[in-house]
Each structure stands twice: as C-alpha cells, then as structure tokens.
C-alpha cells in the first residue's frame, strides 16, 4: 500500500474514502488474527492440566507407496542426555526386526523401522513442537502402522490425540503417568480427553505411576526413613510421581516436612538445600528426570552438609539412567531409585536369553528401558502377523488385544485400558558408580 499523504488544508484521499479503506485493513487484520500458527495450540510440557494438542485439520494419511511393506517408527528423545536410554530403546527395537528378517506373514509382508528424534539441541530434552510434528509426520506416512514412543509422559500427552483419529496405535516403553489411560487417576477429564475417536489407541508395556509411587513410599519406610521432603520437576511426570509418593507416604505415617517445584533451568540449589537441611529430613524425594536438574540437586543437598548417611535421595525411574550417575559424580553414590520393572540382568527365562542376545549384538549392557523397546516392537510385529496388511484399525486392536504374552518380561497382557498386568517393580542403588539392584518392591 502506498503511504496516504496529508497536507494542512486537505488529504489526497477524501476523509470518508480514508475511513473507508481503514476499515477493511482492520478487518483484514482481525481475520488473520484468527488463525493461529499450529505450533501455537501446543500445551507446556511443565502443565498437567494443559490441553492436548491436535491440528485445526487431521492430517491425512498419504498413500502408501508399496501395500505390501508396512512402517514402525519411533518418537524419543535422541539429542541430549536422554540418548543413552533412547539408543537402547531402538536397539531394542531394531534386535526384532533383524530376528524377523525385516518380514511378516511369511514374508508377505515387508517391515521397515525409521527413528524419529522428540528432542531438540537447544531444548536438550523432548520439545512440544517437535513432537506433535513428529505425530503428524507419522500420521501422513500411509506405510507407518504403529509408534513406538514416547520416552516422556508429557510428550506422550501430546501425540496420542494426533494419532488417534488416523487409527495408529503408540505402544510406549516408558511412559508411566497415570493419567494417559487410568479414569480417576489423573486430572479431570483424563483419560477420555486424549482419545477423540472414543477408541483406545495407546497401550504400554511398564507399570504406571501409581504403582511406582507407592513402591517408593514402601521403600522409604523399610529403609527407615520417618521424615521426608518432597520435590518435582512441575512436568507431568514427575509432579504425578510426587504427588503418589506422598499421599502413600502420609499413609504410611511418614512425616512430610515440605514439599517444592524446583526451577528446571536453575543454575544450583543452595538455597533451597539449606532450607531443606533445617528442617531435618532423612530422605530427598525427587519426582523428576536426569535432565531436569536431577544430579545437580544431588550436588547441592551433599554440598551444604546433608551426607549420604545423614539424607538418603530416592527417585523414580527417570533418574534410573547412566546420564544421572554422570550428572551426579561422585555425589550419586548411595542414591536409590524405584523402576517400574527390574533390571536387564535379572530377567529370567526368555528375557535372559534376550539379555545375553543383546550384549552379544551391541556389545554393551542394556539399559533399564532396552528390554521395554524390544517388548514394544515385538507386540507390534506380532499384530501385523496377525493382520497381514496395511490396516491401522486392525493392527491398533491387535496390539490392544494382546493376552498371555510370553515375553521378555514374562508372561502378561494389557487390560482395558491398555495398561500392562504386570506390576512387578525394583529397587536399586548407585554403588562404584554404578547402579545395582537392591530388592523386588511391591506397591501395596
């Protein structure tokens, strides 16, 4: 538009005509106010009663290129200190596609693997964006059948109300918040408000939070613990963690002397540490993850005076990682953390024959979640054997209805929900630098 000059006496264009052309650049302007960038409708990763994120229109599926070749992919994170557990995660996932020679159905059908990265460099750690574009990528790749994903909760959050209207099923490893499949576990409206086809399209293979939470609380008290401060991350995860473990924790008649959302991005606790330290507690309780700041609060609480054998700190599985015992150093020696299974190397039967199978294959002992990722793909593979053709639907029932699997994690099933039966958890402790299983916990 060319600039309107005006002179003392009169304006090139008459007063009504200016009115005039001013209006419609201002309807014009709230028109495209009105459409709001997709990226925009993306719920924080720190909020547990954020919305979930679907686009304005449902991606479509494109055609599949080859009807005869179908397509997992992955959504973890890749970049970050998350990677140690990712890459086990695809290991994983790989050790089934090269035991089925990458076929199906007797070879009728053709399986392709790509791995999607969640995360992002300047994140460090899973990002929003990312991961609904992630979703929608998976969503108009006609070849894609199944996700295995996410390695966060929050993320998770995220995809599930993309991938289900396309009928695409998210088999996760590692998600445990409550919330995603359990009514009356999580905040109102969850977990119907994720599912807008009123159909069940996520499922996983470990046990929810509400189970590790309360194992946790057990633990504490065996351990002797009588009085506990509680922190979290404020994501989904880790907020839903403390929030279990304390309500068991008060249950048990343990006393809770405080209770605190860190600042993820902090450069140190001190502050907070001394705090905490006058109030007298035996045990710090984190419900967070490595890359949340989990081995500089371990850091800190040793650096103002709080030794291992004064305070013990417990976490969940979000720190039961190698990246936590490299942020920690030295600090993280006598550091518990729950997992919502037991570890690679006290798997028995199929699942160490599976261990042995990947030390042998990758020449590194798995991490916690490897075992998770292969179970994840192997129920996957299972339903196209099933189905036998590109068919979402199908193969999303298929994978729900899985029943008496004898797997690498022993023989379970997803209920209703998509939960897993199993509920077998562990207790371990960072010793030499490394973590060792303690104990089987139980959650009730």
């Not at 993309?162 to 009928?167: G, K, R, T, V």
């Not at 109102?188 to 509400?210: L, S």
């Not at 048990?252 to 991005?265: F, T």
């Not at 379970?412 to 562990?426: E, Y």
Request: hydrophobic share 35%.
């Amino acid at each position: 538009m060319k600039n309107i000059k005006t002179s003392g006496k009169k304006s090139a264009i008459p007063r009504q005509g200016l009115q005039k052309v001013l209006l419609a650049l201002g309807m014009v302007s709230l028109c495209l106010s009105c459409k709001s960038p997709q990226g925009n409708n993306t719920a924080s990763p720190n909020s547990s009663t954020a919305s979930p994120t679907t686009s304005a229109s449902p991606v479509v599926a494109n055609k599949p290129a080859d009807p005869n070749t179908v397509k997992i992919v992955s959504s973890l994170p890749m970049t970050g200190s998350s990677i140690g557990q990712s890459q086990a995660i695809v290991n994983g996932i790989k050790q089934v596609l090269d035991e089925a020679n990458s076929k199906a159905c007797e070879g009728k059908i053709t399986l392709q693997f790509e791995s999607y990265d969640d995360a992002t460099a300047a994140a460090g750690k899973w990002e929003p964006a990312q991961v609904t574009s992630n979703a929608n990528k998976a969503v108009a790749d006609g070849n894609v059948v199944a996700v295995v994903g996410h390695f966060n909760s929050g993320a998770a959050k995220l995809s599930i109300p993309i991938l289900n209207p396309a009928n695409l099923v998210m088999v996760s490893p590692a998600n445990t918040y409550p919330g995603l499949t359990k009514p009356g576990k999580g905040e109102p409206g969850e977990p119907d408000k994720y599912y807008p086809n009123k159909q069940r399209n996520y499922t996983r293979v470990v046990p929810a939070d509400d189970l590790q939470g309360s194992a946790g609380a057990n633990w504490a008290k065996t351990l002797g613990v009588q009085k506990v401060f509680i922190l979290d991350d404020q994501e989904l995860y880790g907020k839903g963690l403390a929030d279990v473990f304390e309500a068991k924790a008060k249950e048990l008649g343990l006393q809770v002397v405080g209770r605190e959302g860190i600042d993820s991005k902090a450069s140190d606790y001190k502050a907070l540490m001394t705090k905490i330290k006058d109030l007298g507690p035996d045990l710090i309780y984190f419900g967070g993850i490595t890359q949340n700041n989990g081995g500089q609060l371990v850091k800190d609480m040793r650096n103002v005076g709080m030794t291992a054998e004064q305070v013990k700190f417990m976490g969940p599985d979000g720190i039961y990682e190698k990246a936590f015992i490299d942020a920690a150093g030295k600090d993280g020696e006598g550091v518990y953390a729950t997992f919502g299974g037991v570890p690679a190397n006290q798997l028995q039967g199929v699942g160490q024959t599976w261990y042995e199978s990947y030390k042998k294959k990758f020449n590194s002992e798995p991490e916690a979640y490897a075992a998770y990722g292969y179970e994840s793909a192997k129920v996957i593979v299972n339903a196209i054997n099933k189905v036998c053709k590109n068919d979402r639907a199908a193969i999303r029932d298929a994978v729900l209805g899985t029943k008496d699997y004898n797997g690498v994690l022993g023989t379970w099933s997803f209920d209703t929900n998509g939960d897993t039966t199993l509920t077998t958890l562990s207790g371990n402790v960072v010793k030499n630098g490394k973590w060792e299983f303690v104990e089987v916990l139980k959650a009730n």
